[in-house]
């Protein structure tokens, strides 16, 4: 099969939670305790289906994952997205935060070529600032985008394109959306970039991530220049 010769790269959209912090059992340790507050304890089916649910819906706003859980109370869903992002917070206050080794480096790296970095997050905005004030990474992106920034969080484009429009690039072909869940890689083919890159250090699997539409597989965020670097770069999948 022949494959096309991918556009040169301006901007990588990239996933904050996972892919750039690393810390998965921070976020579940935060949705257990939403739930719980709500009456959905551990050790009962209730709770089990629940965080089957979160497993699959990670990537998506928290807002929309609470309203999944708890579809037919919005209060009950706010009240256990309220207690989420201070669970967050609280955790970050208390131990701090620490990137996977070379992430730093890669965003220096990216963005000493010329590419534009934004960090897409399904977290509110409030906690957002926490975590890029706590990492100090204010001055090493260009962006960062949440779901209050662009109307809706993934699977749909909204934030990449809000990204596209904020730093001025002028065709989505020129963007990279990088991530560790299905709901990255649906957001990026529905934005139109020209590379959909699926991490595999995160909460879906391989196949989860191609389901979704990546267009490549990486190991690890630290074999991304290598890709986003290489203007006629191949997939790294198959087929899909």
């Known amino acids: 099969m022949t494959v096309p010769t991918v556009a040169p790269i301006r901007l990588v959209c990239l996933d904050l939670a996972v892919t750039t912090i690393g810390d998965i059992a921070l976020i579940e340790r935060a949705f257990a305790e939403a ?3 709500q009456g959905i304890v551990p050790g009962t ?6 965080m089957v649910h979160v497993h699959r819906s990670r990537g998506r706003s928290t807002i929309d994952v609470f309203r999944g859980i708890f579809p037919a109370n919005e209060a009950q869903a706010q009240a256990a997205n309220l207690t989420f992002e201070r669970s967050c917070e609280g955790t970050i206050e208390r131990a701090g ?3 996977p080794p070379g992430t ?3 965003l220096d790296k990216l963005r000493g070529s010329g590419i534009r970095i934004c960090l897409i997050t ?8 926490r975590v890029l004030g706590t990492l100090g990474w204010v001055d ?8 209050e920034d662009a109307g809706r969080g993934r699977p749909w484009p909204d934030m ?16 990279a959306v990088v991530g560790e869940t299905e709901s990255d890689m649906i957001a990026g083919r529905r934005a139109g970039a020209g590379i959909t890159a699926g991490i595999l250090t995160g909460a879906h699997s391989k196949e989860r991530l191609i389901s979704g539409g990546a267009s490549h597989i990486l190991p690890a965020i630290t074999t991304l220049p290598d890709l986003i670097l290489t203007t006629d770069a191949q997939p790294a ?3 899909h």
């Open 35 to 37: 739930i719980a507050t």
């Open 160 to 175: 990449i394109l809000h990204s596209v429009l904020r730093l001025g690039i002028d065709d989505v072909r020129h963007v």
């Open 237 to 239: 999948v198959g087929t």
């Open 122 to 129: 399904g977290l509110s905005r409030t906690t957002l600032s």
């Open 140 to 147: 090493k992106v260009d962006l960062a985008v949440c779901p």
């Open 45 to 50: 089916g209730a709770y089990a289906r629940a």
């Open 97 to 99: 935060l620490a990137p």
């Open 104 to 106: 730093t480096e890669v």
